[in-house]
């Protein structure tokens, strides 16, 4: 099991950025991929970005890409999600997951285990 604490949301303007920490404890960093997944209010979770353990793959939402990236640092057990050029549509609450895989995939059924979530509200 791998436990998860996200950071580093907030209310910023549209246009502004943010940059999203997770760190897991548990298993070892290094051995499954990562993703971020976020919940708008009355919707459903949906799948944001992924990066495979090493980091070498990555994968987007069609809705994210250009703007978001994840990475990973394995010294640190963290992974981040830069969020540049923000817009309305993108407020929701974002969660960071931990995948049962290696390969960096989009379903929500390859991750095992959540984070409690940070919100990101983008309003002026």
């Known amino acids: 099991q791998v436990h998860m604490v996200e950071s580093g949301g907030g209310l910023v303007q549209p246009g502004g950025s943010l940059n999203l920490s997770c760190t897991a404890s548990?298993?070892?960093?290094?051995?499954?991929?990562m993703g971020w997944f976020r919940q708008a209010a009355g919707k459903e979770r949906e799948f944001v970005a992924a990066i495979s353990w090493r980091g070498w793959s990555t994968r987007y939402a069609d809705s994210v890409k250009g703007r978001f990236t994840i990475s990973r640092d394995n010294a640190k057990n963290t992974a981040y999600l830069q969020m540049n050029n923000l817009k309305p549509e993108d407020t929701a609450v974002y969660y960071c997951a931990a995948s049962r895989l290696t390969s960096a995939t989009m379903s929500r059924d390859d991750f095992g285990s959540w984070g409690q979530g940070t919100q990101v509200t983008v309003s002026s």
């Open positions: 548990g298993r070892t960093f290094s051995s499954y991929a």
